[in-house]
């Protein structure tokens, strides 16, 4: 079976992920030279939580590595269809707009912290994410990702 980091798509986008990450943070997001598909193997497989979304009026995931998929106990298919502002509660979205809004005119922000929700119900605090803007090769905006390796679970 097809891993999801072994399609085109998906090769493609960690490459922006990672050129997006490069260009606005100035770190890079994995130590190391990869190939392209070596890339979306090891940002798929990395220790911390990946997960971006697009530029949708109600932005949706598009992407989320293994880790992130077991926080939010998601499969692939259902975390790439649930629209981002769900993976926070209902009292948490304002502050999450005003942080996706931050980064949208800063470029990227350090040092998120923020409570989120698992399909099952399960909440968690992060702690720590880096939150940055994706643009495409021609520097036109094609959405927002996070990565954090900072969580615990709340009642």
């Not at 097809?2 to 998906?10: A, E, K």
């Not at 598909?37 to 220790?47: C, D, E, Q, R, V």
């Not at 259902?78 to 942080?99: G, K, V, Y």
């Amino acid at each position: 079976m097809t891993q999801p980091w072994q399609t085109d798509s998906v090769i493609a986008h960690s490459a922006t992920l990672a050129r997006s990450h490069r260009q606005f943070t100035g770190r890079d997001l994995l130590p190391g030279l990869f190939n392209p598909l070596g890339l979306a193997k090891n940002i798929f497989h990395a220790p911390f939580v990946l997960v971006s979304h697009g530029t949708e009026a109600d932005p949706v995931l598009n992407y989320g590595n293994a880790a992130a998929l077991a926080l939010w106990e998601m499969t692939w298919a259902e975390l790439t269809r649930t629209p981002s502002r769900l993976t926070a509660e209902a009292p948490e979205r304002d502050e999450r707009a005003r942080l996706l809004a931050a980064v949208a005119a800063h470029g990227f922000i350090d040092d998120y912290s923020g409570v989120r929700i698992s399909k099952t119900g399960r909440r968690f605090r992060i702690a720590r994410a880096t939150v940055w803007n994706l643009v495409t090769e021609t520097g036109a905006p094609c959405g927002q990702a996070a990565m954090f390796d900072r969580w615990e679970f709340i009642q």
